[in-house]
Nanobody, 124 residues
Framework: QVRLVESGGGLVQAGDSLRLSCVDGGRTFSYYTMGWFRQAPGKERELVAYISWLGGSTYYDDSVKGRSTISRDNAKNTLYLQIMRLKPEDTAVYYC?????????????????WGQGTHVTVSS
């Protein structure tokens, strides 16, 4: 069973970097394609990035492409998202998600499991 717990959020300044983590307390982490989504206040949830089960394939939304890195450590059942040069528009609740499919669409309907989210606030 997959149990996802995110951490690493907080209040940061614009221009700073942040690394989010998502730990799976279950035993099947390496079977799943893993993704990060975010939802800003008053907005729809959006896909940020995802990574294939072995880490060989990644996808980034244009909003974070070039300044973020998604990675995973299957030995530690942990997913990471590092975002650099943070902007106020990166402010959102960030969720990790797991799917047995090969990727995610922006809606996230493919997700089989979700974490509870971690808040990121970027001040200008």
């Amino acid at each position: 069973q997959v149990r996802l717990v995110e951490s690493g959020g907080g209040l940061v300044q614009a221009g700073d970097s942040l690394r989010l983590s998502c730990v799976d307390g279950g035993r099947t982490f390496s079977y799943y394609t893993m993704g990060w989504f975010r939802q800003a206040p008053g907005k729809e949830r959006e896909l940020v990035a995802y990574i294939s089960w072995l880490g060989g394939s990644t996808y980034y939304d244009d909003s974070v492409k070039g300044r973020s890195t998604i990675s995973r450590d299957n030995a530690k059942n942990t997913l990471y998202l590092q975002i650099m040069r943070l902007k106020p528009e990166d402010t959102a609740v960030y969720y990790c998600a797991a799917t047995l499919k090969t990727g995610f669409q922006s809606s996230g309907t493919e997700a089989d499991h979700w974490g509870q989210g971690t808040h990121v606030t970027v001040s200008s």
